[in-house]
């Protein structure tokens, strides 16, 4: 069967490959039930969805027409490297040192990928970032609790009701306090931009994987392991 899209049939083909891989690894965890999800319950699911928008992508590059192919050009392996470097970066540094820090790492090394900008920017952006973050999880977030105790009575639909808007209006404080914090960091000067950026993923990162992975999830993933005598995580 003729391509007719190399651009679509390739990346489909790597969205394909990609849910596949993660679909496998998830379920190593516990699964659970749609009403008490287990930690890998949604990554499949997210896997799943993955998988089948690359078939729906590669399925549309074999059969809808393209001008002259939609080749896919030349490789930029540079943004390539550094992405693939970053993660990888993140999978090797977050058991011995901490989510906190393998997340500025990963964000640090992404934002190579253009060669654009000086490197003491990023590392600046990102321990600023890192910083926030660090603040904002530990300290700033546990004061809002995730259960608000709102409560509709003692029968079972209430009390399944409650405790649904209950994570909700959690999750809704939290990223309104994210969304915040953002909104400072980006008043800087322009001279500053990149920084700023680099300081925006950091604490995006950081603080929305702690909140989902090791929260919600309850997955097994150190915040700062080498401050555990100073720090509760």
Not at 30 to 48: E, K
Not at 69 to 91: K, M, Q, T
Not at 136 to 164: C, H, K, Q
Request: proline share 5%.
């Amino acid at each position: 069967m003729k391509i007719k899209s190399q651009r679509d049939f390739w990346s489909g083909l790597m969205f394909v490959a990609t849910g596949i891989v993660f679909a496998v690894g998830a379920t190593n965890y516990s699964l659970g039930t749609s009403a008490r999800p287990g930690p890998g319950y949604f990554p499949l699911i997210l896997s799943v969805i993955m998988a089948l928008l690359g078939a729906f992508v590669l399925f549309k590059s074999l059969t809808i027409e393209t001008e002259g192919g939609d080749p896919i050009g030349s490789i930029a392996w540079r943004p390539l490297i550094f992405v693939v470097i970053s993660i990888a970066a993140f999978g090797v540094v977050i058991v011995p040192a901490g989510i906190f820090v393998a997340g500025a790492i990963a964000i640090c090394l992404s934002s190579l990928a253009d060669g654009e900008h000086p490197f003491i920017e990023t590392i600046i952006g990102a321990a600023v970032g890192l910083l926030i973050a660090f603040v904002l999880v530990m300290y700033v977030a546990p004061g809002f609790a995730w259960n608000l105790n709102i409560n509709f009575g003692d029968s079972e639909f209430a009390r399944t009701t409650a405790e649904w808007i209950n994570k909700i209006l959690g999750v809704l404080i939290r990223v309104a306090m994210v969304v915040g914090i953002i909104f400072l960091v980006r008043k800087v000067p322009d001279a500053w931009t990149h920084a700023a950026e680099t300081a925006t993923m950091t604490i995006v990162l950081i603080s929305m994987s702690v909140w989902m992975f090791v929260q919600g999830l309850k997955l097994t993933i150190p915040l700062v392991p080498f401050l555990s005598n100073f720090v509760a995580a």
